[in-house]
């Protein structure tokens, strides 16, 4: 017997993902001067993309970064797992924080050969989600067209590098630290060696849009509160999609507090976790494991309702 069979990913996975799933972060670097390097902070957010596994970071020209950097290589760089629409919204209402991720380490400025070799992973990049969007199936299609475009799409973002008027410094991050900072603000040393043999998911670089086209769509959502009833026994009022791996995804729900599960009185949001009955190695995958969990929980509860 296996020591386990995890249904959930590990925190370097989860790293990975966000990486994976994200294309801007927040660049710190510390202040320089004629005099050499200060105590201060400059901060901004710059967009990058992976290149086995490292960011590549396109710093514009006209930052502070560039000039910081020369001094001290030093740096830090925070990517949050991307969690647009009303999801946001609810989640800075109850004063929750998406999952993040704290990198320290160096920046080294590329060749300009290498710098060719990281536009034409860019464009792979920007091709890959292009294609898979549009040889998506009619079901994958329509949660998808149901996101927010302007917000959840890494193509048309990461194009701006490509198409836009400014020039860019491209950089490569030398990670030396890795930490994972959950919702509730609790931290997760990575070990830098997990950490570089840690694939991402595969789901990563769609999750926001997939997220987002799931709580966008009012019958998808009622689908997440019949799961919270069927599989977890939980008398939910509302339900929102939290997050998507290839082993499951968590759903935020409304439901009674402790004292009330009449389902009268107050209500908490809480997050509850499912996981898939195999592991989902694309997108088509996980969307069709989740149509196939809707019509069981609809059959459950018809049946009850039959019974009665």
């Given at each position: 017997?296996?020591?386990n069979k995890a249904t959930v990913?590990?925190?370097?996975?989860?790293?990975?993902?966000?990486?994976?799933?994200?294309?801007?972060?927040?660049?710190?670097?510390?202040?320089?001067?004629?005099?050499?390097?200060?105590?201060?902070?400059?901060?901004?957010?710059?967009?990058?993309?992976?290149?086995?596994?490292?960011?590549?970071?396109?710093?514009?020209?006209?930052?502070?970064?560039?000039?910081?950097?020369?001094?001290?290589?030093?740096?830090?760089?925070?990517?949050?797992?991307?969690?647009?629409?009303?999801?946001?919204?609810?989640?800075?209402?109850?004063?929750?924080?998406?999952?993040?991720?704290?990198?320290?380490?160096?920046?080294?400025?590329?060749?300009?050969?290498?710098?060719?070799?990281?536009?034409?992973?860019?464009?792979?990049?920007?091709?890959?989600?292009?294609?898979?969007?549009?040889?998506?199936?009619?079901?994958?299609?329509?949660?998808?067209?149901?996101?927010?475009?302007?917000?959840?799409?890494?193509?048309?973002?990461?194009?701006?590098?490509?198409?836009?008027?400014?020039?860019?410094?491209?950089?490569?991050?030398?990670?030396?630290?890795?930490?994972?900072?959950?919702?509730?603000?609790?931290?997760?040393?990575?070990?830098?060696?997990?950490?570089?043999?840690?694939?991402?998911?595969?789901?990563?670089?769609?999750?926001?849009?997939?997220?987002?086209?799931?709580?966008?769509?009012?019958?998808?959502?009622?689908?997440?509160?019949?799961?919270?009833?069927?599989?977890?026994?939980?008398?939910?009022?509302?339900?929102?999609?939290?997050?998507?791996?290839?082993?499951?995804?968590?759903?935020l729900s409304k439901v009674p507090?402790?004292?009330?599960?009449?389902?009268?009185?107050?209500?908490?949001?809480?997050?509850?976790?499912?996981?898939?009955?195999?592991?989902?190695?694309?997108?088509?995958?996980?969307?069709?494991?989740?149509?196939?969990?809707?019509?069981?929980?609809?059959?459950?509860v018809s049946g009850h309702s039959?019974?009665?």
């Open positions: 017997m296996k020591a990913l590990t925190f370097a996975e989860k790293c990975k993902s966000i990486l994976s799933s994200n294309w801007q972060g927040q660049l710190n670097t510390i202040k320089a001067d004629a005099k050499g390097s200060k105590e201060d902070i400059y901060t901004s957010k710059v967009k990058y993309i992976c290149k086995r596994g490292k960011p590549y970071l396109w710093v514009p020209e006209k930052e502070l970064h560039n000039v910081n950097v020369v001094v001290d290589e030093r740096c830090s760089f925070a990517v949050t797992n991307p969690i647009p629409g009303p999801l946001a919204s609810l989640l800075r209402s109850l004063r929750k924080t998406p999952p993040r991720i704290a990198l320290t380490g160096e920046v080294v400025p590329l060749t300009e050969e290498k710098v060719q070799s990281a536009t034409k992973v860019l464009r792979e990049v920007i091709w890959s989600e292009q294609k898979a969007m549009s040889e998506s199936s009619y079901t994958v299609s329509g949660i998808l067209s149901s996101s927010d475009h302007s917000c959840t799409s890494r193509s048309e973002s990461l194009k701006e590098l490509l198409e836009g008027d400014e020039n860019y410094i491209v950089y490569k991050f030398n990670q030396r630290s890795c930490m994972h900072v959950d919702g509730s603000g609790e931290t997760h040393k990575i070990d830098t060696e997990d950490m570089a043999a840690t694939k991402a998911d595969l789901l990563a670089p769609l999750s926001a849009k997939l997220i987002d086209g799931i709580n966008q769509s009012a019958a998808r959502r009622r689908a997440l509160m019949l799961f919270c009833c069927t599989y977890l026994n939980a008398n939910a009022k509302d339900a929102y999609m939290l997050s998507i791996d290839r082993k499951g995804f968590e759903v507090s402790p004292g009330f599960k009449d389902g009268f009185g107050q209500f908490e949001w809480k997050e509850f976790r499912l996981s898939l009955k195999e592991e989902a190695r694309d997108v088509e995958a996980f969307c069709r494991q989740l149509v196939e969990m809707e019509e069981e929980a609809v059959k459950e039959g019974l009665a």
